[in-house]
């Protein structure tokens, strides 16, 4: 009978465990998501350097501010204003291609733009210091 108890509060704990880490997972990627979002509608407004003054220092050492401003600006000329976005997926990734090994989220929309039914638009958030912050940002 001990020994049944035993088992049963050793099971209960670790599904306790495996439900708190899929709650913490959820709540990393509604964050990282929420910050996407936000530097996205930030171009949208074609507030350029707000968004990159937002962005991580990593953005800021791969890209230097009038360049990223000057690339984004010319890309949303040729593709126009985004009307409608849509989180297609989130995903968990430890390693990025020139960036150092973190914890990041890349974070993939499919938007309907002016002049192109279905861009993606690609962001790559880390989280620095307990903050989730854009290091990268593409829309193709």
Sequence with gaps: MI???KIVIIITLCLSCLLNF????????SQAIAIA??????????????AYQSGSKLLHLTSPEDQ???ETE???EVLGTALQRKLKAVKSISTYPGLPDGEYMLVYFET?????EKA????????INGA???CSYHLK
């Design 3 to 5: 020994r049944t108890s």
């Design 22 to 29: 899929t709650c913490s997972a959820e709540t990393f990627s």
């Design 112 to 116: 309907k733009m002016e002049h192109k």
């Design 120 to 127: 993606a638009e690609v962001l790559l958030v880390a989280q």
């Design 74 to 76: 010319r890309t949303r």
């Design 68 to 70: 990223w401003i000057s």
């Design 132 to 134: 989730w912050i854009v």
């Design 37 to 50: 979002e936000t530097f996205s509608t930030t171009i949208d407004a074609q507030n350029y350097q707000a």
